[in-house]
């Protein structure tokens, strides 16, 4: 345990002294090389938000911590996982009662960005 933590501790260091703009290719780069620190890296470290599009819908949306699970995002427009995942699972979903909420919020945003 002391080796992994060691292990981490210094990847978190080498991520600290690289160009933050560059931060989602060193992380991938890490994780690369040491595979076994991947889940808690990708827990340990912000990204800067990504523009994704929506292969259902064709339309973006921004992908982050939020609507992620394991390396596919959650689009909020058609609830699906992209890239879907190999096993067939369908992921962490929003319950119905949340999911309306995101709807209708959508729904607003789309009618402010169309003021």
């Known amino acids: 345990m002391v080796a992994y933590d060691s ?10 002294r690289l160009p933050p703009s560059q931060t989602s290719a060193n992380l991938s780069r890490i994780c690369t090389l040491a595979p076994h620190l ?5 827990a340990s470290v912000d990204q800067p ?15 982050c911590d939020y609507n992620r699970d ?3 995002y959650r689009s909020p427009w058609s609830n699906d996982y992209e890239p879907p995942f190999e096993d067939g699972d369908e992921g962490a979903k929003p319950s119905d009662r949340v999911r309306k909420m995101e709807v209708r919020m959508g729904e607003g945003v789309d009618v402010y960005r169309e003021l």
């Not at 991947?38 to 990708?42: A, F, G, M, W």
């Not at 938000?49 to 992908?63: A, P, W």
Request: aromatic letters at 10%.
């Open 7 to 16: 292990q981490y501790d210094s990847a978190l260091d080498l991520l600290r």
């Open 38 to 42: 991947t889940e808690d890296l990708l």
């Open 49 to 63: 938000f990504e523009v994704r599009r929506c292969k259902k819908t064709g339309r973006d949306y921004l992908s």
């Open 70 to 72: 394991g390396d596919s």
